[in-house]
C-alpha cells in the first residue's frame, strides 16, 4: 500500500512540477515535445497570418506530407517562408535555398549559375553548391553539376489566376547523389513560382507552389 | 487555418526510431561483441558506434553495452545475471582488428575477454573472417581459456613459454575467491590449452541471416552451479531486423538452451531529427524598420523567446555589448547567432559592433564580437558558417560581472539509483525535489536542494560496510536509509574572475548528501588553448545520516591538482593528482570520446597508495560514463543531458567529494575550441 502511494506521489508531483525557468524544467520540455497533438500556431505565425501575405504549398512527394507556409520577409532575390509550428523554407527567385525543421539540415546553397540560366529560359551547365550541417554540427559543402535545359511553355493554375510559365528542367548529379528538378518560371515576375525540387537524401525531393493573397 | 498545421511534428516521427547507421552493421553475440551466437568473428562496429544488448536464455542475462573506441578498437562492458544460484558478474572485453578485409584475405582480430571482472567468461581469441559471397561469411580461430574448455589441445604459444597447463575458473558458485577481483588478470592471457573454432554467417536479405558456430566453451562454470546442459558443440541462431538499428535473435547454445536476444546500435554522428526541431530563425533585418522604445527592454523581451536571459547591456550610438545567459541552446555557436539575429531586430541600424558577452551563474566567461553588415551579407552565403566565424572573434571576457539578482525555483520528481550491489544490482529511490537558486550578487548566489523520496530501496540493504578504510562512500545506503526529508544540498557558493584566462570558486555549506565544508577552486584556461589547469582544495566533515543539518566525527582535506587536454580528434583527457576523501594519495585518469553533437563515451580509474587488498572488492575505483544531450533525441535545443556514470563498487579508496559547478565542466562549452566547433550551426 505504501508502495502504492508512494507511485501516486511521484505521479502528483510530476503533474505539479513547475520551475520559473521553463527551459530547465523537465515536465516544460516533455509537454513541449509533445504538445503537438494540441498543436496551436504560435503567435509569431499568427501576426503574419493576421496580414495579406503570400501562402507556400509544399508537398514532400517520397514522405507523403503536404502543408502551407506563410511568407515572413521578402529580402531582394530571397524570401523565408514560415511554418504553423516554425519551420522554414528560403527561396531565391523561387530556387530553394535552404530549410529549417523539415528533417534536412539545408543550410545554404549558391545557386547564381543555375538561376541565371533557369530565369531566362536558357539551355547550359551550371555549377550548384549546397552545404548541409551534418549530425556533428559541421557544415558540409557539396559540389553538383548540372544540365539547364527548356521543356516548353506552361500555364500554371494559380488560386486566383492563370499564369503563363516556361517549364525548365535540370538534372544534377554528384559523385554521390543525382537528381532531376523542374521548374515553372514566371518570366515576368523573374522567378519560379512552380516548382519540384530535390532537398537532400533524407526527405528527397518537394513540390514547391507560391499562391498569392491565399485566404 | 486547420491546414497550417504542425508538419515539422511528422517529420520528426517519420525519422525518431533511430539515427541512420553509418555502415554495414556485423551480427552481434550474446556478449554483445561482433560475433556469431557466442562465438567472435573478425569484424567490427563502425567508428564511434554503440551498442546496448540484452541476451537471456537458461544460461544466464547478460546485459552488454559496445563502443566502438577507435576503428579497430572495440570495447564491451557486461553485466551478467546467472539465475540458477543468483549471482551477478561484470566484466570487460577488447577486441582489436588486426587487418580488415581485403579481396584476397581475410579480417584478422584478437581479443581479450573478460579481462578485469573476476574471471568467470575470461578467454583470448585470435579470429579471421572473409566474406565468400553476397551472402556468406565464414570465421575460424583459435581460442584459450572459456574458448578451450573440450577438444583441446597444448598451448600452441608454449614456444613462446606460455603455459598448457590446465586454467582453473573462478567458480561463481563461490565468489570469494582468491583476491578482490577487478584487476588485469595479465598473468592468465594466452595460457593454457587451446580449442579451434568456426563458424558462418548466412544473410538470407538486409533483414534476416542465420548463424551457425562450432564452440568449444563447454560452459564449464555454468555446469559447476548445476542444471545447466551442453549436449553439443554446435550453435545456432536466427537474426531478424525489423527497424534500422534493431537487431532481434533467436538462438540455441548447446543444443539445449534456448534464448532471445536484442540489440540496438546507435550511430552518435548523426542526430535523431536531421537539422533539428529548433524555431525558423528569425531574420535579420537590414531594413530601417526599426521603431523606437526602450531598447534594453525590448532586448530582454526578444531574448526571452530565444531562451536567452539579459543580464545586463552597454549600448552606444554604434556598438552594443549584452551580457546573457544561456538557458536553452546546447550548441553555443547557435546561441551566440540567435543572440546577434535578435540584436540586428533590436538595435538601431547605426548600431554596427555587437559584442555577445556569456555568462555562467552571472559571471562572465567569453565573448564572441561580429558586425552587423557582415551578418546582413553573409546570412544567405553557402559557406556563411566558415565566412562568419573567421569575420568574428573570440576572447576571453575577463570584466567586471554585469548581473541583476535573480530567484530560479523548480519542483520536480527525481530518481536517484545505485547499480551492482552484490544483492540488488539496482537500487532507486524516487521522489520529489524542490530547488532554489537565488543570485544575490553576480558570481554570488545561494543555493538549496531538498528531497523527499516516496518510494524506493535505496536504502533496503543489510549488507554493512566491511572496509577498513574511513567510511566515506561505502557507507552510503546508510544515508538513504535513515534520513526522510533530506537537505540534499544547502551552499553559499562565489564564481569570480581573479585575472585574465583565469577563474574561481569558493563554496561553502551542505555541498553534497554526505560532506559539508568548504571548497575552493582555480581554473587557468585560456581561451584558445586546448590546455587547462585547476587546483581545488576542501575541507569537508561528513554529514548525519538523517541528511538534516548535523555532521559526524569524520572529516577530511581533500584537494587535486587537475589537469585538462583536448586532443582536437574527439579525445579529450583528464589528470587529476592529489588527495582523496578517505586521506589516500593519488590519482585519477579520465579519457572521453566526445562527439561534435555532445555525445560523450568515457572512462576512469583511480589508483592511490591504498593497497588492492584493503581497497576491497574491485580492487580500486573505476568506471564508465555515457552522456547523451536530449536534444540528440528529440531535435528541439535544451541544455539538458541524459548522464549515466556506471561505478564498479562504491568503496572508500579513491573517493573524490561531488561538489556543484567545478569550474572547468561550467565554462569549458564557452571556451574557443568548443564554440568554433559548433559553428556550423551559428546562423541556424
Redesign the interface.
Known amino acids: 500500500m ?2 502504492f ?3 501516486a ?2 505521479f502528483a ?2 503533474l ?6 521553463k ?5 516544460g ?1 516533455a509537454s ?2 509533445f504538445s ?1 497533438q494540441q ?1 496551436a ?2 503567435p ?2 499568427n501576426s503574419l ?1 493576421a496580414e495579406q501575405r503570400s501562402v507556400l504549398d509544399i508537398e514532400f512527394i517520397d ?1 507523403g ?4 507556409l ?1 511568407l ?2 521578402q ?1 531582394g532575390a ?1 524570401a ?1 517562408y ?7 523554407v ?1 527561396l ?1 527567385r523561387g530556387i530553394l ?14 545557386l547564381s549559375q543555375s538561376l541565371s540560366l533557369i530565369i531566362a529560359g536558357r539551355s547550359g551547365v551550371a555549377n550548384r ?3 548541409y ?7 558540409q ?1 557539396r559540389t553538383y553539376l548540372c544540365e539547364i535545359a527548356p521543356v516548353g511553355p506552361r500555364d500554371v493554375m494559380l488560386e486566383a489566376e492563370t499564369v503563363q510559365t516556361t517549364l525548365m528542367s535540370e538534372r544534377c548529379s554528384s559523385l554521390e547523389h543525382s537528381f532531376d528538378n523542374l521548374y515553372w518560371v514566371d518570366t515576368l515576375r523573374g522567378e519560379a513560382i512552380q516548382s519540384r525540387q530535390w532537398v ?1 537524401e ?2 528527397g525531393s518537394m513540390v514547391i507552389r507560391v499562391t498569392r493573397q491565399d485566404f | 487555418m486547420q491546414i497550417f498545421r504542425s508538419f515539422t511534428a511528422v517529420f520528426a516521427a517519420l525519422t525518431s526510431f533511430g539515427t541512420p547507421l553509418s555502415a554495414e552493421i556485423p551480427t552481434l553475440s550474446t556478449y554483445g561483441t561482433p560475433g556469431l551466437v557466442d562465438l567472435p568473428t573478425a569484424s567490427v562496429l563502425p567508428d564511434g558506434h554503440l551498442s546496448f544488448g540484452v541476451s537471456y536464455s537458461e544460461l544466464g542475462l547478460r546485459n552488454n553495452f559496445t563502443f566502438q573506441v577507435l576503428p579497430k578498437l572495440t570495447g564491451t562492458f557486461r553485466y551478467t545475471v546467472v539465475e540458477s544460484d543468483v549471482f551477478y558478474d561484470r566484466s570487460f572485453d577488447l577486441h582489436y582488428q588486426l587487418l580488415n578485409e581485403t579481396d584476397t584475405r581475410p579480417s584478422l582480430a584478437m581479443g581479450l575477454r573478460d579481462i578485469i571482472g573476476t574471471g568467470v567468461y575470461s578467454g583470448e581469441y585470435i579470429v579471421a573472417t572473409k566474406t565468400v559471397s553476397e551472402v556468406l561469411q565464414v570465421t575460424g580461430g583459435l581460442g584459450w581459456g572459456r574458448f578451450a574448455g573440450r577438444n583441446s589441445f597444448d598451448n600452441p604459444l608454449s614456444v613462446f613459454g606460455l603455459s598448457s597447463e590446465e586454467r582453473i575458473f573462478n567458480n561463481p558458485a563461490s565468489l570469494e575467491f582468491s583476491g578482490t577481483g577487478g584487476q588485469l588478470e595479465t598473468g592468465r592471457w594466452f595460457q593454457g590449452p587451446a580449442s579451434f573454432f568456426a563458424g558462418l554467417d548466412w544473410a538470407f536479405s538486409d533483414q534476416l541471416s542465420v548463424q551457425l558456430e562450432y564452440s568449444n566453451d563447454d560452459y564449464g562454470t555454468e555446469r559447476l552451479l548445476g542444471g545447466t546442459k551442453i549436449s553439443s558443440p554446435f550453435n545456432a541462431s536466427v537474426q531478424y531486423s525489423p527497424l534500422d538499428s534493431f537487431y532481434l535473435k533467436a538462438y540455441v547454445i548447446g543444443g539445449e538452451n534456448f534464448g532471445v536476444q536484442l540489440n540496438y546500435v546507435l550511430n552518435p554522428t548523426e542526430r535523431f531529427i536531421k537539422g533539428g526541431r529548433e524555431p525558423f530563425p528569425q531574420p535579420i533585418r537590414s531594413s530601417s524598420d526599426f521603431s523606437a522604445g526602450d531598447v534594453e527592454e525590448k532586448l530582454r523581451r526578444n531574448l526571452s523567446h530565444e531562451g536567452l536571459v539579459l543580464d545586463g547591456s552597454q549600448i552606444d550610438t554604434t556598438s552594443a555589448r549584452v551580457y546573457v545567459g544561456n538557458n536553452r541552446w546546447d550548441v553555443e555557436a547557435q546561441a551566440a547567432g540567435r543572440t546577434a539575429r535578435v540584436l540586428t531586430n533590436s538595435l538601431p541600424l547605426n548600431v554596427e559592433d555587437f559584442t555577445v558577452v556569456f555568462q555562467e551563474r552571472g559571471v562572465p566567461i567569453s565573448s564572441v564580437s561580429t558586425k552587423r553588415s557582415d551578418l546582413e551579407e553573409l546570412q544567405y552565403h553557402y559557406d556563411a558558417a566558415w565566412l562568419t566565424r573567421v569575420r568574428a572573434n573570440i576572447d576571453d571576457a575577463n570584466q567586471v560581472s554585469v548581473a541583476q539578482s535573480k530567484l530560479d525555483f523548480s519542483f520536480e520528481p527525481y530518481t536517484a539509483f545505485s547499480f551492482f550491489d552484490p544483492q540488488s544490482p539496482i537500487r532507486v529511490d524516487v521522489g520529489a525535489q524542490l530547488s532554489a537558486s537565488y543570485r544575490v550578487l553576480p558570481g554570488f548566489t545561494l543555493d538549496a536542494r531538498l528531497r523527499y523520496p516516496f518510494a524506493g530501496n535505496l536504502g533496503d540493504t543489510d549488507r554493512e560496510s566491511d572496509s577498513v578504510l574511513p567510511r566515506v562512500r561505502s557507507e552510503a545506503f546508510l544515508f538513504a536509509r535513515d534520513s526522510e526529508l533530506e537537505v540534499n544540498t544547502l551552499t553559499a557558493e562565489y564564481i569570480w574572475r581573479p585575472a585574465p584566462e583565469t577563474f574561481g570558486r569558493m563554496t561553502a555549506g551542505y555541498l553534497e548528501n554526505q560532506f559539508g565544508g568548504v571548497s575552493a577552486e582555480a581554473l587557468w584556461y585560456p581561451i584558445d588553448s586546448r590546455m587547462a589547469y585547476g587546483a581545488e582544495i576542501n575541507y569537508v566533515r561528513q554529514r548525519d545520516f538523517d541528511m538534516l543539518f548535523g555532521f559526524q566525527d569524520l572529516d577530511a582535506v581533500t584537494g587535486h591538482f587537475s589537469g585538462y587536454y583536448d586532443f582536437g580528434n574527439g579525445f579529450h583527457t583528464q589528470v587529476d593528482i592529489g588527495r582523496y576523501l578517505a586521506g589516500d594519495w593519488g590519482g585519477t585518469l579520465t579519457v572521453n570520446r566526445e562527439f561534435n553533437n555532445g555525445v560523450r563515451v568515457g572512462g576512469y580509474f583511480t589508483l592511490t597508495d591504498v593497497p588492492f587488498d584493503k581497497f576491497g572488492e574491485g580492487s580500486f575505483d573505476k568506471g564508465l560514463t555515457l552522456e547523451i544531450p536530449l536534444s540528440f533525441f528529440t531535435g528541439q535545443p535544451t541544455r539538458r543531458v541524459l548522464k549515466q556514470n556506471l561505478q564498479a563498487v562504491n568503496r572508500d579508496g579513491g573517493a573524490r567529494l561531488n561538489v556543484s559547478n567545478r569550474l572547468y565542466p561550467l565554462v569549458r562549452d564557452y571556451r574557443g575550441a568548443e564554440l568554433s566547433d559548433g559553428w556550423g550551426r551559428y546562423l541556424r
Open positions: 505504501m508502495r502511494l508512494g507511485v506521489f511521484v508531483t510530476s505539479a512540477a513547475c520551475s520559473t525557468d527551459e530547465q524544467s523537465s515536465f520540455l513541449s515535445y503537438q498543436f500556431p504560435s509569431r505565425f497570418f514522405l506530407v503536404t502543408g502551407k506563410i515572413e520577409q529580402d530571397f523565408r514560415l511554418s504553423a509550428d516554425l519551420g522554414g528560403v531565391q535555398h535552404s530549410v529549417y525543421g523539415f528533417g534536412e539540415p539545408l543550410a545554404g546553397a549558391e553548391f549546397h552545404t550541417v551534418d549530425g556533428e554540427d559541421r557544415a559543402t537532400g533524407n526527405v
